[in-house]
């Protein structure tokens, strides 16, 4: 079950994993309502279409590498070659963690600051240290 202001949902399709967020998103299955997907903190970032298709593609690889992985497991492979290819996929991640972080640091960090909103470096810093756990 999900909660949002004590209210309880039937199904969750999307979380919310912003900092001071604990919205999940209902899927609405009645009436033919469409489904909501909206971070209750009202952020959002609108990237460039070369930085989107930078990310979707990096995404693509990973999701390509982890289907991999499942095929390994259910083809019973070697466990050194499935955790080399476990190392392969979560660096991808990593690199993927460093480009979307370094683009968020250059753009929505100083354009908040810029903006007088000094609260997007505890955002900033909160999330580093999970990073860094």
Known sequence: MCVKNN?????CTYICIHVDCMYHVQDMEAGGMAEEKMCCCGKKKERTDSEK???LNRLKR???????IYG????????????????????ALTAFDKALLANHIKTCVVDDIKNGDDEVVDELVMTLQKFMK
């Open 7 to 11: 209210s309880y949902y039937k199904r």
């Open 53 to 55: 298709k930078l990310l």
């Open 62 to 68: 990973i999701e390509g590498q982890i289907r991999g």
């Open 72 to 91: 390994m497991v259910e083809n019973d492979a070697y466990c050194i070659d499935i955790l080399n290819q476990a190392l392969a996929a979560n660096a």
